[in-house]
């Protein structure tokens, strides 16, 4: 499987919500970091509960590859857009039924033997935030209505 | 972000190699504030699109996307105008054979007082970014 192919997966993966179909896409030690978030560790720990709670709080998630190119040093880098409606509460901002839109940028590490070793995601929080309709962004669980 | 880069070096050097080169000469270039450096690294008509840039107007939200040589240079110049001190670095460049390239880079600055907020402090902000360019 190439590295396209494999991001491909990895974002079907994503949005058909299969976290541990996910994980069986990575290197054990497979690495993190969501940027936004300054989150950065284990894809099996951190990286996965990211996943199961955008899974829990977007049930209707749709994942759109805009862009997917794969560097010399076997990187897929992907433009998605991750569309929604908000279900539950996302991120410690209370659920008002938002529908969400949001361009990100991922890259994937591949390693030779086909596995995804370290994972980078990058988008706007602010973005993020505006979507969800928090009103304050000292206090995001205020939220407009 | 998205551009159209210009071939930096059309000798024999690998694509991924000449793609790089124009890619750290456009952030090169960001990096000491010369906004028509960047523009001239660009193609003609090359895209832009900048994904944090949205502003809602009266009927509808604008967001940061058309040509390098209009929206482009516009919020390049407005962001440098509102951080005077507004610092580059790129951390990892990569290219494909295609000429696509992914840069991480993190961008900072403080933005200073105005007259219209004198009483507020000055602003100092610093983030992550990653941009893609063709």
């Known amino acids: 499987m190439s590295a396209r192919s494999l991001a491909e997966n990895f974002f079907g993966r994503l949005q058909a919500r299969e976290v541990d179909d996910i994980l069986g896409l990575m290197t054990p030690d497979a690495t993190v970091s969501l940027v936004p978030l300054n989150r950065h560790g284990p894809m099996a720990t ?15 998630l749709v994942v759109r590859v805009r862009r997917l190119f794969v560097t010399a040093d076997n990187t ?11 279900a539950d509460d996302f991120l410690a901002v209370a659920n008002q039924e938002k ?10 590490t591949v390693t030779p033997d086909d596995r995804i ?29 | 972000m ?9 000798g024999t050097t690998p ?20 906004v028509e450096r960047m523009v001239d ?24 996307e058309g040509k390098v040589r209009t929206v482009g240079k516009v919020i390049w110049t407005a962001l440098i105008d509102a951080f005077p001190d507004l610092t580059t670095a790129v951390t990892s460049l990569r290219a494909d054979p295609d000429g696509n390239v992914a840069a991480e880079a993190r961008i900072g600055g403080t933005r ?7 009483r507020a402090p000055a602003v100092a902000t610093s983030c992550r970014t990653c941009s893609c360019s063709t």
């Open chain 1, 117 to 145: 070793s370290a994972v980078i995601a990058y988008w706007d929080q602010n973005q993020l935030y505006r979507r969800l309709g928090v009103k304050r962004l000292d206090q995001i669980t205020i939220t407009a209505g």
């Open chain 1, 76 to 86: 897929a880098v992907a433009e998605i857009t991750i569309d929604g409606t908000q």
């Open chain 1, 46 to 60: 951190d990286g996965a509960a990211y996943v199961r709670e955008l899974a829990r709080s977007f049930p209707d």
């Open chain 2, 15 to 34: 694509r991924e190699d000449r793609a790089e080169a124009t890619v750290r000469a456009f952030f090169d270039a960001y990096r000491v504030h010369d």
């Open chain 1, 99 to 108: 529908q969400v839109n949001l361009d990100q940028a991922w890259m994937l």
């Open chain 2, 41 to 64: 690294l660009c193609t003609d008509g090359a895209g832009f699109r900048y994904v944090p840039f949205e502003v809602r107007g009266r009927q509808r939200v604008l967001h940061g």
């Open chain 2, 112 to 118: 200073p007082r105005t007259s219209a907020s004198s």
């Open chain 2, 2 to 10: 998205t551009t159209v880069a210009l071939p930096a070096d059309p």
